[in-house]
């Protein structure tokens, strides 16, 4: 699981950012986002989310986490991590 | 490591904690910290602010970060998680 963080004081750039996000996974909080995609896949999230942010304005973090990791998670106020299915029934 | 990422609508408690918080690692954005702790400091921690939020209206997650796992964090716009010096020279 990847978990990405954000600071972004520009609106249009935030919105934008965070609707990119909604295509990965799930909003946690205001401008955190936790995502169960592969190291891979976060290092190709990453080039993409480069293109789109102003380094000297903007702050982005993305953690990785093992599945280990991520059972270990503690939560107050909402529920822990959820892997998406993984196989839905049609 | 330890991020803490937390969204807490009331100010008198949003800045409690974030004081509380200041104890234990660094801000790294307006509601996320890195603390330099181990796992069971975070289950201390995590029962420490259980006492000084509201599950009803706040929202707080702690993540479990092995090193190997920091070490592959990517950042925009700031520093990689810098854990602390492990002695001062004085």
Known sequence: MVVVV???PDDK????????LEGYGNRIQWSVFECFISLNEMRELYQK????????????????????????TLTIGSENPEPPPKYYVI
Chains 1, 2 share one sequence.
């Open 6 to 8: 954000y600071d972004i």
């Open 13 to 20: 750039r935030r919105v934008k950012l965070s609707n990119f």
């Open 49 to 72: 989310v480069k293109k789109q942010v102003k380094p000297a304005e903007d702050n982005v973090r993305f953690y990785w986490m093992s599945d280990e990791a991520v059972s270990m």
